[in-house]
């Protein structure tokens, strides 16, 4: 009896350092990813979020490589929290990209202005209903459950306990943040290219009757062709921005390539 017990509590108690040695990797996961990384999602509730997917994602880890020096256990635990910071900030670059994509169509429609600052950060309203729309979008698809595959993956590419090449994970980064930038201009381009030829228009007919305020005309014109825009693209756009974050949730370093 006293042995099972002594067996039962060598097994928990390496589970339990495993667990911590996976919050540490979950933990910035969760303070960055979509939805429940946002400002107004309280503290608490990241807290216990946390727990629930450190939970899930302890049964596919194996307790045999934990490091026993003091040394070992301190560089674990940096390449841990690099790890969720690195992959934490990925899926936060999706959130940027749509707040970056709506700023952007805000600027070229006049609508810059509209609502600014309803968010807990302060952008445009189109970036605003882009952000709510796809964090919407992506719980409704199931989120929480790509996330814990997501986790999955992160783990059978960087073992628990195993060495990694920064300048690896630096590459990974400067990849995510130049696709995550065209993302966002792709999604904007409609606007863009509106905006581009109402400019063209209001200079033709600035040049063929300077009389006119073409200024006061073009305002509403704008701002109408915009709000259209947004009603037929809008779609489109959180339609191409869930593929790309599906892209990554799927191959992480596939996408940044």
């Given at each position: 009896m006293n042995q099972e017990l002594a067996d039962l509590l060598e097994v928990s108690q390496e589970y339990l350092a495993v667990g911590f040695f996976v919050m540490l990797r979950v933990g910035p996961i969760i303070g960055f990813m979509p939805g429940y990384g946002e400002a107004v999602v309280s503290v608490r509730v990241k807290l216990a979020l946390g727990l629930c997917l450190t939970l899930a994602v302890l049964p596919l880890i194996e307790p045999g490589n934990l490091p026993s020096e003091r040394s070992e256990i301190l560089a674990t635990v940096f390449r841990e929290t690099v790890l969720g910071l690195f992959f934490g900030l990925g899926m936060r670059f999706f959130v940027i990209a749509l707040q970056t994509a709506g700023s952007m169509a805000a600027q070229a429609t006049s609508l810059a202005q509209l609502f600014a600052g309803a968010a807990a950060e302060p952008m445009p309203a189109i970036?605003?209903?882009?952000?709510?729309?796809?964090?919407?979008?992506?719980?409704?698809?199931?989120?929480?459950?790509?996330?814990?595959?997501?986790?999955?993956?992160?783990?059978?590419?960087?073992?628990?306990?195993?060495?990694?090449?920064?300048?690896?994970?630096?590459?990974?980064?400067?990849?995510?943040?130049?696709?995550?930038?065209?993302?966002?201009?792709?999604?904007?381009?409609?606007?863009?290219?509106?905006?581009?030829?109402?400019?063209?228009?209001?200079?033709?007919?600035n040049r063929a009757m300077p009389q006119l305020m073409v200024a006061f005309v073009g305002a509403p014109v704008i701002t109408a062709g915009g709000l259209i825009f947004l009603l037929i693209f809008g779609p489109i756009m959180l339609s191409l921005w869930w593929s790309a974050f599906d892209a990554f949730l799927s191959r992480p370093g596939g996408f940044a390539r």
């Amino acid at each position: 009896m006293n042995q099972e017990l002594a067996d039962l509590l060598e097994v928990s108690q390496e589970y339990l350092a495993v667990g911590f040695f996976v919050m540490l990797r979950v933990g910035p996961i969760i303070g960055f990813m979509p939805g429940y990384g946002e400002a107004v999602v309280s503290v608490r509730v990241k807290l216990a979020l946390g727990l629930c997917l450190t939970l899930a994602v302890l049964p596919l880890i194996e307790p045999g490589n934990l490091p026993s020096e003091r040394s070992e256990i301190l560089a674990t635990v940096f390449r841990e929290t690099v790890l969720g910071l690195f992959f934490g900030l990925g899926m936060r670059f999706f959130v940027i990209a749509l707040q970056t994509a709506g700023s952007m169509a805000a600027q070229a429609t006049s609508l810059a202005q509209l609502f600014a600052g309803a968010a807990a950060e302060p952008m445009p309203a189109i970036g605003h209903l882009l952000v709510v729309s796809g964090l919407a979008l992506a719980m409704i698809i199931g989120l929480p459950v790509r996330v814990i595959e997501f986790l999955d993956m992160t783990y059978r590419a960087f073992p628990l306990g195993g060495d990694y090449d920064l300048s690896r994970l630096a590459e990974w980064a400067s990849g995510l943040v130049s696709r995550s930038f065209a993302l966002a201009f792709s999604m904007a381009a409609p606007f863009l290219v509106m905006s581009l030829l109402y400019n063209l228009v209001l200079g033709v007919i600035n040049r063929a009757m300077p009389q006119l305020m073409v200024a006061f005309v073009g305002a509403p014109v704008i701002t109408a062709g915009g709000l259209i825009f947004l009603l037929i693209f809008g779609p489109i756009m959180l339609s191409l921005w869930w593929s790309a974050f599906d892209a990554f949730l799927s191959r992480p370093g596939g996408f940044a390539r």
